[in-house]
């Protein structure tokens, strides 16, 4: 084998040896970091038929795990955040604990696999989160990220929860 042959084997080989971990390295960032598991939260009031009774007002949080991967539900977080509120410094982040008694609720902490859901459901009247006017209301994961209802959801069920109980409009 000629000394040159040699030399361009082995920096072709090296070169080969850096795309793939390149390409490794780059598969486990986006892995670990890109793709964690998505969960679409969704807040709504309805109404709960039950054999012989009336139809019950409720309010419900519901969240479906989209993938990929398990993800782990911890609880109920909400804040109440803008612009206006940054510049006073009102800014508040709050914990919802939900009632672990209702036989027809979801209960947390809940692990998800991919495609499952999860209902939490709570009596609608007048002491339910709506009284702190949150922005932002959602379900706090293991890894401390909030998952959030669209905040024009929020905003409705909000409008509809000050409409029949009177809130105060902050």
């Known amino acids: 084998m000629s000394k040159d042959f040699a030399i361009y084997l082995s920096l072709g080989i090296s070169v080969l040896s850096f795309v793939v971990a390149a390409f490794s390295l780059g598969w486990n960032i986006y892995r670990d970091i890109v ?23 409720k309010f419900i949080i519901s969240a479906v795990n ?5 993800v782990n539900l911890n609880i109920i977080w909400f804040k109440r ?7 006073r ?3 508040t982040q709050r914990v919802w604990m939900h009632d672990f008694y209702n036989p027809i609720s979801g209960k947390l902490p809940a692990i998800l696999d ?5 209902d939490l459901v709570f009596p609608w009247d007048k002491d339910l989160v709506f009284t702190h006017s949150p922005t932002h209301l959602g379900i706090n994961d293991s890894f401390g990220r909030l998952h959030c209802a669209a905040r024009k959801e ?6 509809t929860w000050r409409l029949e109980f009177g809130g105060n409009e902050a």
């Open 35 to 57: 793709l964690k598991p998505r969960v679409r939260v969704t807040v709504s009031r309805a109404f709960v038929l039950a054999n012989g009774r009336d139809p019950q007002d």
């Open 154 to 159: 929020v905003r409705k069920v909000l409008k």
């Open 114 to 118: 991919v495609g499952e859901k999860i």
């Open 89 to 91: 410094g009102e800014q």
């Open 81 to 87: 955040r803008s612009f206006l509120l940054k510049l």
């Open 66 to 70: 989209f993938g990929p991967g398990r």
